[in-house]
Structures are given as structure tokens and as C-alpha cells.
């Protein structure tokens, strides 16, 4: 790359328009690094080499570049990325602004901001983790809402700074679910779907289980993804990269057998009982708590 584009590039998170590229390089030279695949376009305009991951700072900044704007806020779900607790598998980038999008992978919202609700997170203008946070519990679906939440709970984001955060959202879309799901979040949870795996039991009418319960053994201290110490069971996302390998199998009946020795009833949820079938898990808990006897210790 020449200089004077090469030093556009480094300035803008990796990123450069077709103006900057055209005080160096014809058309002709432009058009045949896209035809090789050297430089890829990020959105209307923008371009990346094709050896720079498209992070969302990046995109963050070729969205400011094509839409042409001297500022631009990262919102939702790219603020998580760039707060660190985002749980969404997807490649759109999230802004707030008034100016519709030329493209399905640059998602314009309309919200109010108050000054207060703007930080700045690895050089890029964000909404503050925590109305990033509160606006995600709002939109996603249930699951996904307080995956967000724990997430961002295990970064250090306190159900304080939600509350305070949340009353400025009154009466918008999801107020309700955003309140409820903050009473639930547990900033313990390991991954987004141990979250669901939690909610799908509070929804089914069980007692709050303990996320990440220590529980200690003839062996050692052992670590439930749930638990209930008061009737002694606990219940593994049962999670396929963990409980595959040629170990994993010893390791785990081991694991089973140290637990229910010491009286813990164990059951175990795939991915599959959690999104589609949760009755699979939720109900033999169910019967289960109902002939336990409560433990006192």
C-alpha cells in the first residue's frame, strides 16, 4: 500500500474510502485489487485489506466514512462487542443516527441519547455499558436479554448502575422485561448458555438455582453449572466441546459419581432441551424437588 493511503488507513481503525485510495491509485489500479480480493469493501465506499479482521472498531469507522459523518455512536449490540459483553453471533453493526442505511449489515437506530449515556471505548464513541446493557435487555428475545445481562454482571456492571440506568427508559419497548430480567442476572453465569439454561428453570416455576455452585467432596471441591444445595441436586449444561475428547468421559463419571456419593442428584441439559425443549429438564427437577427432603446445611 503507498504511503499517503497506507497512512489514512492506520488513522481509521484499518479502514479507507475510495476518495483517500484515488489520490494514489486510477480507477483502473482500484478495481483490480478488488478483483484479486486484496481489498474488501466493509460498506458503501469503505474498503479493508482483505488480511485485516473486520473488528468493530472497524466497522464502527467505515460506517463514519460512508455515512460521512465527523462522529458516529457505536449502540447495541456492537457497543457490546466493544464493552466486551456481547453474546450475539452476527455480523451487523449497530449505530445510533437519523440516516437510513444503504446496507442490511448497517442497522440505523433512532434513539435519544443524553450526554450522560456516551463513553468512548477503545477510541470509538459507544453508548455507556450500562445503556447498552439496558437497551439489549429491552430488544432481544428473553434468553438472549439476560445472557447480555450476566455477561455484562461479570464485567463488573452492577444492578445499581442498571436501575439508575433504567429509569430513563420508562415506557419504552421492553421496559417491563428489562426490569424483570435484572432482578434475575447473575454476573457467576460462565457462558450465555448456562444464562438460559437458569431462566428456563425460573420460567418453569423452579426455585432460583445457584449458578456455578461449589460443592465439596471426599476429592475435593466440585463445581455445578446449577444447583439447588438445599435439596442437594444440581443440574450440567451438558456442552459438547467441554464433554467431548478422549477423557472427557472418565473424567465426568468420575465427577458423577464423587457427587452423588455425597447424596446430589444430578441431572444434565443439551442445547437442544434448553432452546426447544426445556419440560426434558425442568419437569424431572420438578418431581425430584418434590420428594426431596430439605437439607438444613
Known sequence: MRA???GFRDKQFGVFTTAQARIEY????????????????????????????PGPELRVEAARLSMGLPVLIAAYDTAAELH???????????????QPSRSKQLVVHRDRLHSVQVASTNGVPTTTAARTAIDLARTLNRMDALATLDAAGGLGLAPDELGEELS??????????????????????????????????????????????EVLTADGSRRLDLGWPQYR????????????????????????????TQGWTIFYATAQDVLHHPATFTEPIKLAISRARPCTR
Open 26 to 53: 486510477t480507477r483502473a489500479e482500484l478495481r483490480a485489487r478488488l478483483h484479486r480480493g486484496e481489498w474488501v469493501p466493509v460498506f458503501h465506499g469503505v474498503y479493508r485489506e482483505a488480511t485485516v479482521q
Open 168 to 213: 430513563r427508559h420508562h415506557r419504552r419497548r421492553g421496559f417491563r422485561q428489562a426490569v424483570d430480567l435484572i432482578a434475575l442476572m447473575d454476573g457467576r453465569a460462565e457462558s450465555p448458555m448456562e444464562s438460559r439454561t437458569r431462566l428456563r428453570c425460573v420460567d418453569a416455576g423452579l426455585p432460583h438455582p445457584r449458578p456455578q455452585l
Open 233 to 260: 441436586i444440581g443440574l450440567e449444561y451438558d456442552s459438547v466441546a467441554w464433554h467431548c475428547g478422549l477423557h472427557a468421559a472418565a473424567r465426568d463419571n468420575t465427577r458423577h459419581n464423587q457427587l452423588t
Open 84 to 98: 466486551g459483553f456481547s453474546i450475539i453471533e452476527g455480523n451487523a453493526t449497530h449505530v445510533l443516527g437519523v
Open 4 to 6: 499517503l493511503l497506507k
